[in-house]
């Protein structure tokens, strides 16, 4: 069991009596401990980038008479300045998915086309590699939240099942409505997530192999940020995976309640 952080503060309020004040601090001190690491870990995490950046333009400097190297270099540092973009880009949706009312107004979102969203922006890097995306079983599912962070969310797990997966596999996506949750699956056939690895893949900066995640561009964010999202709509997000066959990431959300999908017929009673 864990220690519990108490902090005490005692006020006397007559010549008899004393008022003891007794505050749980385990839970602050947690948090603060969270942010501490996050913030040490970009440090760590933005470095990598711009050292190597730095680096690369040194190189470039004195290759300036080799017109091959220079190329070379020059597209090393063009990779480098899209994985710093991509990073910084996730810095900020996770800090933004941080601050208490990200979700901002929430509203009656279509579940369907959050996945066609999130599919349609997936498609670039999967027709690259000559991954099939196949969506099924949809039926209308609503949720009550955010669209642009479902689809943030969905389109991260899209992602992530091309990038682990071999050249012209096979990428499904499907949505259930059941018993009251939405579960929208995202299946691969990929290289699949040691068991060991798969509670700790949700921690932000996380990666099972960080050198191969760094050929795919990952910044190990990704799957934090589907975390929180989830966590902000009531739900959950988790992974089922073997390696060698394939992973499952499953988003479980609330289904919108019948209040919360039609609140005209409960604002206006006849
Ligand atoms: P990254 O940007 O590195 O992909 P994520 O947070 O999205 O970061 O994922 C964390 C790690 O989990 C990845 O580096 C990878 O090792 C593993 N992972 C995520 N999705 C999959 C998947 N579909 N198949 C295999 N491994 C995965």
Redesign the pocket.
């Given at each position: 069991p864990g220690v519990l952080l108490v902090q005490v503060r005692v006020a006397q309020v007559s010549a008899r009596h004393l008022v003891v004040f007794a505050e749980d601090l385990t839970q602050a001190r947690r948090l603060e401990a969270i942010r501490r690491d996050f913030v040490v870990n970009i440090s760590h995490e933005l470095k990598t980038p711009v050292g190597a950046l730095t680096l690369l333009a040194e190189t470039v400097e004195d290759a300036a008479d080799d017109p091959t190297a220079v190329r070379r270099f020059a597209g090393r540092m063009r990779s480098e300045a899209t994985r710093l973009s991509a990073l910084v880009q996730e810095i900020i949706e996770l800090s933004r998915l941080q601050v208490a009312g990200a979700l901002g107004e929430p509203s009656l979102v279509d579940v369907d086309a959050v996945v066609a969203e999130a599919v349609d922006r997936a498609r670039t890097t999967a027709d690259g590699k000559h991954v099939r995306l196949e969506v099924g079983g949809q039926q209308g599912a609503r949720v009550f939240g955010n669209h642009d962070l479902l689809v943030t969310a969905v389109r991260?797990l899209v992602d992530?099942?091309v990038?682990?997966s071999a050249e012209a596999s096979h990428v499904g996506i499907g949505v259930r409505d059941k018993a009251g949750l939405v579960e929208i699956a995202v299946v691969?056939e990929?290289?699949?997530?040691p068991a060991a690895?798969q509670e700790r893949?949700f921690e932000r900066f996380?990666?099972?192999?960080p050198a191969?995640?760094r050929d795919?561009g990952?910044?190990?964010?990704?799957?934090?940020i589907v975390k929180h999202v989830a966590a902000d709509h009531g739900g959950d997000v988790t992974v089922w995976?073997e390696p060698g066959r394939g992973?499952t990431?499953t988003l479980r959300l609330p289904a919108a309640s019948r209040e919360q999908a039609a609140p005209a017929a409960t604002a206006t009673p006849p």
């Open positions: 991260n992530n099942a990038a682990y691969d990929g290289i699949g997530i690895d893949v996380y990666r099972v192999d191969r995640s795919t990952g910044t190990g964010l990704g799957l934090s995976s992973s990431f």
